[in-house]
């Protein structure tokens, strides 16, 4: 399991196992909101599967993240790639638009994220995972189509 803004990193063994298995399909992803004093990790897609399944799993491996930590090696990079994402962002005039009003509306520094993304380490964001994602705190929303309820 890793996630950065946007998506499950689809080179993760996560992915790779349960997309190969046909439980993922490329629409699932995930991502972080932030907000002056809250943070909230969401994982979303659909599945030709089970979704109960696909919420197992997720806990299931996060628990082994909570237990082992990240992989050092994939996690260097992809905080890489999502530092390069986040300097890419910045040619785009209407994203940046967007992060600074909901920075000044909620209270964080938008343009803080890429300066701090360097300095976040492995053990770090495992301790976040680990203290953070917790069974107690997850929900599950299903949105099934009309024939299946």
Not at 20 to 26: I, K
Not at 66 to 87: M, T, V
Request: charged content about 25%; some cysteine; proline content about 3%.
């Amino acid at each position: 399991l890793f996630f950065k803004s946007g998506d499950i990193v689809t080179s993760s063994p996560y992915y790779i196992r349960y997309y190969s298995e046909g439980l993922l399909n490329a629409s699932f992803g995930s991502g972080v909101d932030h907000a002056a004093g809250q943070s909230m990790a969401a994982f979303e897609g659909e599945t030709s599967g089970d979704p109960l399944r696909v919420r197992d799993t997720l806990l299931e491996e996060i628990a082994r993240v909570s237990a082992d930590g990240f992989d050092r090696s994939l996690f260097e990079r992809q905080r890489r790639s999502e530092y390069g994402a986040q300097i890419r962002a910045l040619c785009s005039f209407r994203n940046l638009a967007i992060g600074l009003c909901d920075g000044v509306f909620t209270g964080y520094d938008a343009m803080g994220g890429a300066a701090l993304l360097p300095q976040i380490d492995c053990d770090e964001a495992s301790a976040w995972i680990r203290n953070r994602l917790v069974p107690e705190r997850f929900s599950l929303s299903l949105v099934l189509p009309k024939e299946d309820r």
